[in-house]
């Protein structure tokens, strides 16, 4: 029984790559490729792959919110990170989310290979540069505690969208005296005490994502997106 894989990845000659060894495959199926966030959720939820290599920088929702969409909506579905970002962090969130494989890009294909086929087993599959980044970071005293909880990233994903602590804690039904509270051990934890830095970096990380899972109140739609200067 062959392995359907899907490609996400905004790069046309890394997919045609990735396409070509693939097919070579003859247990490996190559369900189609898709080049943005909203692309790979269509993809996906049509072909519903065994496999998906999901590269993070993508157009439009990043490769984390897609990998949080479809961890929830496809559990059978794996997923394997093919990305160039080694920051520990960022591996820790991706881990957080529960991805089944993550391979640095500059590993051999037999890597991304080999962890195709121990994720579609029900396996995981770490490269060896980010399994060496999460070691490096599980050896710092204060590791565990870098890593936000779900309340902190929550509020941070709200926050990256432009609501003030007031409208957050309307949407999660806690007091804005709250909201700051989680606000200022989430700049703790990241070293980062700039209001527009902090709101940035959740972008880059894919936690304004976040937004789209809570429901507005009392209408139980997704919380309107505020658009920011």
Known sequence: ???????????????????AWFSR???LQVVGCAADGAA??????????????LDIQLPGINGLAVADLLLQELPATKIVILSGRQDPYFIARAKQLGVHGYVDKMSPLTHLEKAVRAVA???QFFSGAVQQALNDQYRQPDAFNKILT??????????????????????????????GTHRRNASRKLNIFNDRKLMQYAREQGLDFSVNQLPAKGTGQPAHRKKTT
């Not at 029984?1 to 396409?19: C, N, Q, R």
């Not at 790979?40 to 290599?53: G, I, M």
Request: charged share 25%; hydrophobic share 40%; with cysteine.
């Open 1 to 19: 029984m062959s392995i359907k894989v899907a490609i996400i990845e905004d790069e046309t000659m890394v997919a045609d790559m990735l396409k």
């Open 25 to 27: 495959r003859p247990d």
């Open 40 to 53: 790979a959720l269509a993809l996906c939820r049509q072909q519903q792959p065994d496999v998906a290599t």
């Open 121 to 123: 087993a029900g396996g």
């Open 150 to 179: 779900p309340r902190e990233r929550d509020i941070l994903g709200l926050i990256a969208t432009g609501l003030s602590d007031h409208e957050v804690g309307a949407q999660l039904k806690i007091s804005p005296e709250t909201v």
